[in-house]
């Protein structure tokens, strides 16, 4: 593979940084033709594309992307949690999109060729870790409807902290039940670039009235809840610790089906069902639902102190203190990522 070095690397940052908005020297890069298949995997210093304004993504979004992570463990080795599974995300994004299949080793060998450069970007803080995001986006230069045949697929890195602007505090989720994120037969399914613009109406409306993310509710009923847009939900229930099934328009996270492996292997109950919102409504208020939390690659397991629903806030706990089950789960997750804790389940990938 042809690896073109920076002539002029860039400074690191030092302290606090807002999540996605610092990057790493180099990026990785592939394009596909038609007559040519994927091709041209290169590294090359980060930079901008120079793309056509018809450019189809510009108009019509066939673009998917993953999010993924590289940090490092006491002694300095480099880990990657679970890579291929998100290349393999990547493909099922792709069917759904439309967009010519990649080869995941192929790819995983160029994103580890790439963390390798970019190593000392991995930072090693409290929570702090190397956010991955690999992209791909149709870029034929036609106003035509149809399925494009040339791609881009690149990955760019950022060294991260906490998702969350306050760290692992307790978020505030406020459920909509307006707006929808996406239904089945939809997208939602997948990491498709237009489910997340899709969401951010409601994000502004669920932000303007104090809250940091929005709680899904199927498109449907607006009766069963479905996830978070940035991440997956969990609740616990009487012990029970219950996450809605996947039906058709919930992404399947990484991060949540190794927590269900996770949790299940530590010997709690773990079922994935439907969950109505009134069931979590009336469970908090008799006290039987007393946990929640989310899971995702950036937002790792956040606790969740606060549901605002129909104009009430209800609190679970005193909103404001992690649960012991979320902390179970937020330490025996992050201590096989971080190699603290022996490796189970065969997670994590070192470079
Ligand atoms: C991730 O957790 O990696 C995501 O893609 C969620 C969000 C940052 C869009």
């Known amino acids: 593979m042809k690896i073109i070095k920076t002539q002029s690397p860039k400074q690191k940052p030092i302290g606090k940084i807002k999540f996605g908005t610092?990057?790493?020297?180099?990026?990785f890069v592939a394009e596909y033709s038609k007559n040519e298949g994927w091709h041209n995997e290169r590294i090359q210093p980060y930079q901008p594309f120079v793309l056509d304004p018809s450019s189809s993504i510009f108009h019509y979004g066939q673009g998917v992307f993953e999010g993924m992570?590289?940090?490092k463990n006491k002694a300095g080795e480099i880990m990657m949690f679970r890579p291929l599974e998100n290349f393999k995300r990547m493909n099922s994004s792709?069917?759904?999109?439309?967009i010519p299949p990649i080869d995941e080793k192929k790819m995983l060998d160029g994103l580890v060729e790439l963390v390798r450069l970019d190593q000392d970007w991995i930072p090693t803080g409290e929570g702090e870790y190397l956010y991955i995001r690999p992209a791909?986006?149709?870029?034929?230069?036609?106003?035509?409807?149809?399925?494009?045949?040339?791609y881009t697929f690149f990955i760019i890195m950022s060294p991260v902290g906490a998702y969350y602007a306050n760290g692992l505090a307790p978020v505030r989720l406020f459920v909509e039940d307006f707006y929808v994120r996406a239904s089945k037969g939809g997208t939602g399914h997948y990491k498709f670039i237009g489910n997340y613009a899709a969401s951010l109406k409601a994000s502004d409306k669920a932000e303007k009235a104090g809250y940091d993310q929005v709680l899904w509710l199927d498109a449907q009923h607006k009766k069963y809840v479905e996830?978070?847009?940035?991440?997956?939900?969990?609740?616990?229930?009487?012990g029970e610790v219950i996450t809605p099934s996947l039906e058709g328009s919930i992404l399947p996270g990484i991060t949540r089906m190794s927590i269900i492996e996770l949790l299940r292997h530590k010997g709690y109950k773990v079922s994935e069902r439907l969950i109505e919102i009134e069931e979590i409504i009336q469970g908090i208020i008799s006290g039987e639902v007393t946990e929640c939390f989310g899971t995702g690659t950036a937002a790792v397991i956040s606790p969740v102190g606060v549901i605002g629903y129909k104009g009430k806030d209800y609190a679970l706990g005193d909103g404001k203190t992690t649960g012991k089950i979320t902390?179970?789960?937020?330490?025996?997750?992050?201590?096989?990522?971080?190699g603290d804790a022996p490796d189970a389940f065969n997670w994590v990938y070192k470079v």
Request: aromatic share 12%; glycine share 6%.
């Open 136 to 150: 791909i986006f149709d870029c034929d230069a036609a106003l035509g409807v149809h399925t494009a045949t040339n």
């Open 327 to 338: 902390m179970d789960a937020y330490q025996s997750l992050t201590d096989i990522q971080h």
């Open 227 to 238: 996830e978070v847009g940035s991440m997956n939900i969990f609740f616990v229930k009487n």
């Open 69 to 71: 992570k590289a940090y």
């Open 94 to 98: 792709n069917g759904r999109m439309m």
């Open 22 to 27: 610092v990057f790493t020297d180099h990026m």
